[in-house]
């Protein structure tokens, strides 16, 4: 499956923007969908997952509550809607693919066998 995520952008703290995933090749409600970011000289880490059933949500504890991870299968379209940004929400944003079931191990980037290339959100205070 070909992952390209988009929807990145330059937004004002306190505001919204909403991240897409489009995936083409392998059909794509085969994939759990996981978001990661790298921030600024910092590792990348994992930001939310969605089963590919759409039944099972995940999220990292720093975006809890501001962040909702979504799918529509029949647009092979996976989302991260974000509001509430802050400054420190300023990434690179990729979405990757994990083929594999439900495991702990899903924050790790290992899990995920296909990635797309990042979408820049720049969060100004």
């Known amino acids: 499956v070909q992952l390209q995520a988009s929807g990145g952008g330059l937004v004002k703290a306190g505001g919204s923007l909403r991240l897409s995933c489009a995936a083409s090749?392998?059909?794509?409600?085969?994939?759990?969908i996981g978001w990661f970011r790298r921030a600024p000289g910092k590792d990348r880490e994992f930001v939310a997952r969605?089963?590919?059933?759409?039944?099972?949500?995940y999220y990292a504890d720093s975006v809890k509550g501001r962040v909702t991870v979504s799918r529509d299968n029949a647009k092979k379209t996976a989302y991260l809607q974000m509001n509430s940004l802050k400054a420190e929400d300023t990434a690179v944003y990729y979405c990757?693919?994990?083929?594999?079931?439900?495991?702990?191990?899903?924050?790790?980037?290992?899990?995920?066998?296909?990635w797309g290339q990042g979408t820049l959100v720049t969060v100004s205070s």
């Open positions: 969605i089963s590919w059933d759409n039944m099972h949500t």
């Open positions: 990757a693919a994990d083929s594999g079931p439900y495991s702990d191990d899903y924050s790790r980037a290992i899990k995920y066998q296909y």
């Open positions: 090749g392998h059909t794509f409600s085969y994939y759990s």
